[in-house]
């Protein structure tokens, strides 16, 4: 029997209901209207069509967003000046800085200098060490979504073998402190899960995947996860985007994955359309927080 295709636009859209039912209700008791504000330095294709992507979906839940672009030749000095800014700016609830920055910018120093109480991707490292100690101020928007996927497919993880394969800060490294963890604020008892962190270096990447009851992709090599990797019945998360003459394709060989997995997300429509609405709301937990400080 072919594996069930976790639909993650349905679930997007269920999220995205919810969130704008609870921006709607905060306003209304008197809260602020939350805002984001994006930076854009540069013009790389595929960041201006996130952006974009992040502005309409503010603008669905009735958040405010406001688009600051800054050339490409931007220094770090001109982007910490606009940053700074938007730090100190009481109207502005979330930021958040669009990667890639050119070559030019120390991205590191600028990523710092978000204010950890607006940084909704959750990349400030003092965002990322609450998350270690399971008492989160934001959750990482991929990760974010991706558990709120499993949870709502009633996916179970307790117990069960997780492999996350790829150590970006952005996704396998917080992926696999959430799904290690006793729990993430999402309701009752949620991760618990014993996680295998694999990366370029990893000796037997095959045989660690084999033993997973779920796995998670986020690579960036189109089809890398092939079906003979895969344990019957595994459930497959698929983070990866890759543009090839083919389309979109995530890391993992879908069709292959389909005839082993019990469940699989597909490219595009899978944790994609997750990911934006999680910074709708890390942008209304933000709005919140600063609301209640
Ligand atoms: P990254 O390039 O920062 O990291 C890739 C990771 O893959 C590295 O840790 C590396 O060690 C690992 N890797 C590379 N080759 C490997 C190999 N042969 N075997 C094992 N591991 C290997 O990537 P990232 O930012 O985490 O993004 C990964 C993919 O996910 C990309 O395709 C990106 O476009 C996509 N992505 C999608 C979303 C979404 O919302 N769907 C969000 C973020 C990233």
Avoid: W
Avoid at 14 to 42: C, H, R, S, Y
């Amino acid at each position: 029997m072919p594996a069930e295709i976790l639909d993650g636009k349905a679930i997007a859209k269920q999220i995205q209901a919810e969130t704008k039912q609870k921006v709607a209700n905060f306003v209304a008791a008197g809260g602020p209207q939350p805002k984001l504000a994006a930076v854009l330095v540069g013009e790389d294709p595929a960041s201006q069509v996130y952006v974009r992507n992040k502005e309409r979906a503010c603008k669905r839940a009735g958040i405010d967003s406001e688009l600051v672009r800054m050339p490409g030749d931007t220094t770090t000095e001109q982007l910490l000046e606009k940053v700074n800014q938007l730090n100190a700016d009481s109207a502005v609830s979330g930021i958040l800085v669009q990667l890639p920055l050119p070559d030019q910018i120390d991205a590191r120093l600028v990523l710092d200098t978000v204010d950890p109480n607006k940084d909704v991707d959750a990349f400030h490292p003092h965002n990322v060490g609450l998350i270690s100690q399971g008492r989160h101020r934001f959750l990482p928007c991929t990760p974010h979504g991706i558990v709120q996927m499993l949870k709502r497919y009633n996916i179970e993880t307790t117990g069960k073998n997780v492999c996350v394969i790829g150590r970006s800060d952005i996704v396998g490294k917080p992926m696999a402190m959430m799904l290690s963890g006793y729990g993430i604020g999402l309701g009752g008892e949620f991760a618990n899960a014993t996680v295998t962190l694999c990366h370029s270096r990893t000796a037997d990447l095959p045989s660690t995947v084999a033993q997973a009851d779920i796995v998670v992709a986020a690579i960036g090599r189109p089809k890398f996860v092939t079906a003979d990797m895969l344990k019957p019945g595994a459930v497959v998360v698929d983070v990866g985007i890759n543009r090839t003459d083919d389309g979109l394709v995530g890391d993992v060989d879908f069709d292959a994955a389909m005839q082993v997995a019990s469940y699989v997300t597909p490219v595009p429509g899978g944790v994609g359309p997750l990911t934006v609405t999680m910074l709708l709301e890390n942008t209304l937990a933000a709005a919140i927080q600063q609301h209640d400080a």
